[in-house]
C-alpha cells in the first residue's frame, strides 16, 4: 500500500476516535482555532517573494514589474506546518480556514469587478496520491468567501507532469519555463481582476512562468496569492 494512501486511511481513523483539534495549539473544538487563525491574520507582513523586503501594499517598489504579491507567512511557521499536514495527511478540513486567511491578507476589490482565482495546476501525480487537489480546494472556499463577483477558473494547463519535488534551482527553472499553458476553452476578460493562487514559494520559478503566461493572454490586472515562503534560495 502506498504510504499516501496509509496515511490518509490513519488519519480518517483519527478523525472519527478522536474530534477536531486545533492544529496549532492543540484545544479541542476546531481544525484551526479563531485565536490561532486571527494570530497568523495580525501578526502577516508582507515580504516580496523575489527581493524579500517588507512591502505593505503588495507592490515592491524594487521590484516594479511584478504584479502585487501577498504572502502570509515564512514557511517555518505555523502556516507551514498546516500546509504540510492540510497535503500530505490529506486533512482536507483545513482549505477553509486556510482560504479565510488568505481572505483577510488579500485587499478588498470594488463590490462590482469581477474577480477571477487561478489556481496553479497541481501535478496530477500529487492529485491521485492525496486523493484531492489541494490549491482548488483553497481557490473554490476562497472564492466562496469573497462573494458572488468572484469565481475560480482553471486557466492554466500543465504542460508536462514533471515533479518538482526534490529537484535543484536550475532543474526547476529549466523544466518551470515550457510548464504552463493557456486552457483554449476559457476567454481571459480584460477588465477582471485575476488572483493567481500558489500554496509554496519556493524558487517562484512556476510561478514566474505562470504570470507570463496570463500577462500574454491578457489577464492585465493581476495580483499574487501565496500561502507561503520558503527561504531555501
Ligand atoms: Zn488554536
Ligand atoms: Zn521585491
Request: aromatic share 4%; with cysteine; net charge positive.
Amino acid at each position: 500500500m502506498p504510504n499516501s494512501v496509509k496515511n490518509t486511511t490513519f488519519v480518517s481513523l483519527l478523525d472519527l476516535i478522536a474530534p477536531h483539534s486545533c492544529r496549532g495549539c492543540g484545544c479541542l473544538g476546531n481544525i484551526l482555532c479563531d485565536r490561532c487563525k486571527n494570530n497568523i491574520i495580525s501578526s502577516h507582513i508582507n515580504i516580496c517573494p523575489i527581493c524579500k523586503t517588507i512591502n505593505p501594499t503588495g507592490k515592491c517598489s524594487r521590484c516594479s514589474n511584478f504584479p502585487p504579491t501577498f504572502v502570509v507567512d515564512e514557511k517555518s511557521t505555523l502556516i507551514g506546518e498546516l500546509l504540510q499536514t492540510y497535503k500530505y495527511q490529506s486533512v482536507r478540513a483545513l482549505a477553509k480556514p486556510l482560504a479565510e486567511i488568505l481572505f483577510h491578507i488579500l485587499p478588498q476589490t470594488p463590490h462590482k469587478t469581477q474577480q477571477i482565482i487561478v489556481p496553479l495546476p497541481t501535478i496530477s501525480k500529487h492529485i491521485r496520491e492525496r486523493s484531492f487537489d489541494h490549491t482548488y480546494l483553497i481557490a473554490k472556499s476562497l472564492a466562496k468567501l469573497s462573494g458572488p463577483n468572484c469565481q475560480v477558473q482553471k486557466i492554466l494547463l500543465r504542460n508536462q507532469n514533471t515533479v518538482q519535488v526534490g529537484a535543484d534551482r536550475n532543474t526547476r527553472l529549466i523544466q518551470a519555463k515550457s510548464a504552463y499553458t493557456i486552457s483554449p476553452h476559457i476567454d481571459i476578460d480584460p477588465n477582471a481582476t485575476y488572483i493567481l493562487l500558489d500554496d509554496v514559494w519556493t524558487t517562484g520559478a512556476s510561478m514566474q512562468s505562470a504570470i507570463k503566461k496570463l500577462q500574454q493572454a491578457g489577464a492585465n490586472n493581476l495580483k499574487i496569492a501565496i500561502l507561503a515562503l520558503s527561504r531555501i534560495d
